[in-house]
Structures are given as C-alpha cells and as structure tokens.
C-alpha cells in the first residue's frame, strides 16, 4: 500500500455521518454510517468502522465494515478485518484470521 496514492483520510478522531461520492482513493481511520458510491478505491483501515452501503471499485478492508457491498473490480480482505453483510464482487481475496459472515456473489 506504500506505493499508492491515498487522496483523503478520514482520521482515528473523526465520526461522520452521510453519504460520500468520489472518484479517487480514500481511507477510513475513524467511524462512518451511511452511503459511500465511487468509481476508485476504499480503504478501511485497521482502526475504522463503517457501518454503510458500499458501490466501489476497488475495496480494501482491515478494520470493520457492516453492510452490503458492490465492488466493480475487487474485494480484499486483510488481517483482521471484519465483514458482515452480502457482497457482489468478480474477484475476492479473504486473508487467514479475516471474518465475514454473509452471502458472495461473484
């Protein structure tokens, strides 16, 4: 992930709520409920929690996400990430010592 270009940061500190549009690379340190719709990346950090319904093109999760996810490209799930809610995805990657619990359609 040192490689790539992160756009915007939502800090350790930082709770919102709402609905986010965007085109490029965000990550998500702190706590977010509600919609997210991009065409870029999402990146949940190990310290973030969303609850939300996700439309995304790349997803990359390390902390928790609770709610359902469409993901155009890719779903990864890292060490110790957490996932509950159904998912559509055409690849997905599940890391040992992740959980989800929900349905995949691929």
């Not at 939300?52 to 609770?66: F, M, Q, R, S, T």
């Amino acid at each position: 992930m040192s490689n790539e270009s992160i756009d915007t940061v939502i800090g350790e500190d930082i709770s919102f709520r709402g609905s986010l549009i965007y085109s490029n690379t965000l990550k998500i340190n702190g706590n977010f409920k509600g919609t997210i719709q991009t065409t870029g990346k999402l990146i949940i950090g190990e310290s973030g929690e969303v609850e939300a319904d996700l439309e995304v093109g790349v997803l990359l999760v390390e902390g928790k996400v609770k709610g359902n996810v469409n993901a155009k490209e890719k779903i990864e799930l890292k060490k110790p990430s957490e996932l509950i809610g159904d998912i559509k995805t055409p690849t997905l990657e599940v890391q040992s010592g992740s959980k989800f619990l929900g349905n995949c359609s691929m």
